[in-house]
């Protein structure tokens, strides 16, 4: 409190902080905005989202939302992308959390390789590899499978998240460890009980952004899955747009219902990623 007072009694930190915050605030509307405009027009028709875009609408449509979740067969999308997402982000963490942890905690000649190997696979993109991607899963007989995306998915994944969770446990004290083996403690319970909760903050910014990245994903899913009843959210909202006209609303309240997981990720583990972003800034 008596910080705050200090910097709007100061000049020029006054006219620093009104800056900072009129930054903070027109990047607010940047993003506020559009989301805004999507819900109202998730709620018009069609022909009145032509009319009257930013407006209030003259009559509320909710019966569109049942439209997109029936008729289009959005619900199939929804499940199935929710299932793909869920299962790959959990496999994602604890795999990159296992391997991260040996990493960082035990020293052997080929930890600077191999930990140099996954940090090189953070500057080429798997979609290059797409064509030998696309003949593996074919040999594997993945093809049209949930199972191929989510392979895909964990792989892709490992740079970020060894590159990020070795970092963090390196910063463990080797002390905590060396207790725990003292009181008769396995790796299994060092790992689990002790070193997991440590990196928490870290553990939740991986699964934010790996959720984000799966869930929002078009291209893998484009490719690798040619059943309609098996596509994504971002394949299935395709089938929105006609060869000569488009349902807006129903794609509106498609794009609003789609949005629902990913603000409910963040706002559970929002404390947590915000606590993974800051670590370190503060001693």
């Known amino acids: 409190m008596e910080k705050a007072r200090l910097i709007w009694r100061t000049p020029r930190l006054r006219w620093s902080a009104i800056v900072f915050h009129a930054i903070l605030i027109a990047y607010s509307l940047m993003v506020i905005g559009p989301l805004l405009v999507m819900a109202l027009s998730s709620v ?3 022909a009145e989202i032509y009319t009257n875009p930013f407006g209030l609408p003259q009559v509320w449509k909710w019966s569109n939302y049942v439209k997109a979740w029936e008729e289009a067969n959005f619900a199939i999308y929804f499940k199935n992308s929710l299932f793909i997402t869920i299962t790959a982000t959990t496999l994602e963490v604890l795999i990159g959390a296992m391997a991260s942890y040996g990493l960082g905690r035990f020293e052997f000649k080929l930890n600077p390789v191999i930990y140099g190997i996954f940090v090189l696979g953070l500057m080429i993109s798997s979609r290059l590899a797409i064509i030998p991607l696309f003949l593996l899963m074919r040999d594997l007989h993945l093809l049209n499978t949930h199972l191929a995306l989510i392979l ?3 792989g892709n994944a490992m740079p970020f998240e060894i590159f990020l969770l070795t970092a963090f446990f390196r910063q463990v004290p080797k002390e905590l460890e060396e207790a725990a083996i003292v009181e008769g403690a396995g790796a299994v319970t060092i790992f689990s009980r002790i070193m997991l909760p440590l ?4 553990l939740a910014t991986v699964a934010i952004f790996e959720f984000l990245s799966c869930w929002n994903d078009f291209f893998f899913p484009l490719i690798f899955l040619q059943d309609q009843k098996k596509m994504t959210i971002p394949v299935g909202l395709s089938v929105f747009f006609g060869e000569y006209a488009t349902d807006w609303a129903s794609l509106f309240a498609a794009l609003a219902i789609s949005i629902i997981p990913v603000i409910a ?6 404390r947590q990623f915000i606590e993974g972003l800051t670590a370190g800034a503060i001693k």
């Not at 990196?199 to 870290?202: F, N, S, T």
């Not at 990720?265 to 929002?270: E, Y």
């Open 44 to 46: 018009k028709t069609t």
């Open 152 to 154: 895909i998915y964990i």
């Open 199 to 202: 990196v928490r903050p870290a």
């Open 265 to 270: 990720m963040f706002l559970l583990m929002s």
